[in-house]
């Protein structure tokens, strides 16, 4: 099983789509194994989109994501991260395919509702970002796991 990451974004907050946008993943079958509502530090949202430091977007970004709440999730699942990405739809949601979550409620590229770590190396620093303390993540087991996935996909 894989795990990644989800942060809805102050613009999903706002727009009271929290719900429906979580439901997406557990309707999915994801299981959620952590869950955070928290007005970030400047200095992690800083640090989780370090990667696009030089980019002339980068400050309006840390802007946009420390407007207002930001809620982290953790989710796990067989190709989490790919299933993720799948649901959330292209990251310019003008672009993004009807049945995605952009798709389905956004028209922006910056105002995109949702972010998913797009690697197993960038789930795993995200991860330990936003659940680094002990505890953060819970390990369980749904009743409904041995209907979300076949014996074969379990072992």
């Known amino acids: 099983m894989e795990r990644t990451l989800v942060l809805l974004k102050p613009d999903a907050l706002q727009r009271s789509l929290v719900g429906p946008i979580l439901s997406r993943f557990e309707q999915k079958g994801l299981k959620l194994v952590g869950l955070k ?3 970030f530090p400047d200095e992690v949202i800083k640090q989780h989109y370090s990667a696009h430091a030089e980019r002339p977007f980068y400050p ?9 709440p930001v809620i982290a999730i953790a989710l796990e699942g067989k190709d989490a991260i790919t299933v ?12 993004a395919d009807p049945g995605t979550i952009r798709g389905d409620y956004a028209m922006s590229f910056s105002n995109n509702l949702v972010h ?22 819970v390990d369980w087991t749904p009743d409904q796991t041995t209907w979300v996935y076949s014996g074969e996909e379990l072992s």
């Not at 309006?60 to 207002?68: C, H, I, N, P, Q």
Request: charged content about 25%.
């Open 60 to 68: 309006a970004l840390v802007e946009f994501m420390t407007s207002g």
């Open 116 to 137: 998913g770590s797009d690697s197993p190396e960038a789930s795993v620093t995200e991860l330990a970002l936003f659940f680094g303390e002990d505890g953060d993540l």
């Open 37 to 39: 509502l928290r007005k």
């Open 84 to 95: 993720v990405r799948g649901l959330m739809g292209k990251t310019n949601s003008a672009q």
